[in-house]
């Protein structure tokens, strides 16, 4: 494991074409359900890719996958040249992987400030003796800390004062704060799962500049989406997922045309 | 500018009445009231303590008492000729460490004592986590009870007696000393002691509430899941938590056993535990002045019951109709009844006052 591990870094360095995120064969099992079965699929630096699928088809349970809360049953990822098969949540997000959450997870009665500071943790250092000594480059690390989530709130458009309790504001605002969060911890590959769930027109269309403005900015981005308009108009491609099995991949255009995705969805078909 | 010069002041005049307080108490109340004010240092240093545990990382320990017990069987077994009985020909006069020895390594045993408690309980939270809790707490006290046979290491139920007195610079605490002519009873002597010790934890827990860790654990206490998705490291942080816990218990069981010269398992039943809870939840979760307000009045309030009811009663009914211990019980579960209907955060929760002083200070650091 610490040669592949190490060779995959050299890859990493060496070949900047190497995708990103690849999975092979994930397989997901719970019980008797399986929930995931041979997901193959790659990821590019710098590409908004889209995953998509009916309720049930196993996009967040593919998440969890890649961000370390579940540990597949069959099948590994490769991030950034490393494999990886159990993951730690905590060890995926020092890798670079960031993620936000279907049903919003954010730190509710921590202020907007300190959820995106906790993002922070991963890039920072001071511990037990740095917090009690209080010394120069403890206090230099705070303050740099502040600043970058300060510009985060800013970057990711929170218009409410920094010490607002989180569970006081909006959802549209606590959607983005999750982002802000997530930005916060330098990832690679920034992981969302329905950013968009319950937001209305006008919120999902500036999602949509805050996603592109983030994708600009060097950040990867996955994105699992209902709002099928979303997807088509910001992904560079598509993978389908249909009861844990991917069904279709490729740009969204012809992705919209294949067969077995219109069947998926309409749910006719029994070929 | 004028808000901090006012702080200082305010600080001066509250540092002044805490150096006062036992000569004021002595006077105004008597001397058994000073010792029942070191007895409220010494919880609020074991409430601040397990604050840590469970009003920063939001971990629920029902069994938070025996850690004061390790660091108190800890300075009782090496500053006493206790342990002559158990190994007479190892130690002929019993075991006498320097109290300032033993109070670090009581810390350090406590808190390795937090880990073990913590290592098998990190996939626990809430009310699971509590009954396991709650079940080591009563491990530690039933083996201090026990531990008397074969090798007779505890002395069992009678506890341990004769343990030595503190001494600062080489004068026990233990006695009158005469300082700059004023005579400084023994009760004064260890208030200014616990005074100083609770300085110091409250100054630790203020650092690390305001720090990287403090901020994880605050996440890992909010939700766990998105803290480590956020790159925390849950299990580190939550055993972090318990040994910090625990070290502050075990100090402070360490002041306790010098201070009473006398240590027994009955010290640390499982009522103990629930008290220094009880004073970290009625002050407030999480807020160091809350929590001090907690184990001021949790700690104070039967004393003055018991000088109260006592002689109310005789003077109504000329006889004690409630035992003042039982009425403790009926109000101590009427107050918490009642905060939890009305302030359920606690007297003085953690985040109106920061949201009051917080835009002030992130100002100021801006």
Known sequence: ?271 | MRSDKKSRILFAVLAIALLLLPFITDTLFGRGWVRIVDFAMLYIMLALGLNIVVGYAGLLDLGYIAFFAVGAYCYALTGSPHLALAFPLVFPDGVHLSFWIVLPLAALLAGGFGVLLGAPTLRLRGDYLAIVTLGFGEIIRIFLNNLNAPVNLTNGPQGISRIDAVNVAGAPLSVTQNILGISFPPVHLYFYLFLTFTALVIFVSHRLEKSRIGRAWMAIREDEIAASAMGINTRDLKLLAFAMGAMFGGASGALFAGFQGFVSPESFSLMESIMVLCMVVLGGMGNIIGVILGGVLLAVLPEVLRHSVVPMQQAMFGKIVVDPESLRMLLFGTALIVMMLYRPAGLLPSRVRRRELGSDEVAEKA
């Open chain 1, 1 to 271: 494991m610490t040669l592949r591990q190490a060779q995959g870094r050299l890859e990493a360095v060496y070949d900047n074409s190497l995708p990103l995120l690849q999975l092979s064969g994930i397989g997901k099992q719970f019980g008797g359900l399986s929930a995931l079965s041979d997901v193959s699929l790659h990821i590019q630096r710098g590409e908004i890719y889209g995953l998509i699928g009916p309720n049930g088809a196993g996009k967040t349970t593919l998440f969890n996958v890649i961000t370390g809360l579940y540990q597949p049953s069959a099948g590994e990822f490769q991030f950034n040249g490393t494999h990886y098969q159990t993951g730690k949540p905590h060890m995926l997000a020092q890798a670079g992987i960031a993620r936000t959450f279907q049903n919003i997870r954010l730190f509710a009665n921590l202020t907007a400030l300190e959820n995106v500071m906790i993002g922070r943790h991963v890039r920072t250092r001071a511990g037990v003796f740095g917090a009690l000594l209080r010394n120069q480059a403890t206090r230099n690390e705070e303050h740099a800390i502040a600043e970058r989530a300060r510009e985060l709130l800013h970057y990711v458009g929170i218009s409410q004062p920094a010490q607002t309790l989180a569970k006081h504001l909006s959802y549209g605002e606590q959607r983005r704060l999750e982002i802000a969060r997530a930005l916060a911890t330098d990832p690679q590959l920034l992981a969302l799962d329905e950013p968009a769930a319950g937001m209305n027109a006008t919120e999902t269309a500036s999602l949509r500049t805050l996603l592109q403005t983030i994708r600009d900015g060097g950040v990867t981005v996955l994105l699992i989406e209902h709002d099928v308009k979303l997807i088509m108009g910001l992904c560079d491609r598509v993978a389908v997922l249909d009861y844990g099995k991917k069904i279709a991949e490729g740009v969204p255009e012809e992705v919209r045309k294949d067969p077995a995705v219109i069947d998926a969805y309409l749910g006719g078909g029994n070929d």
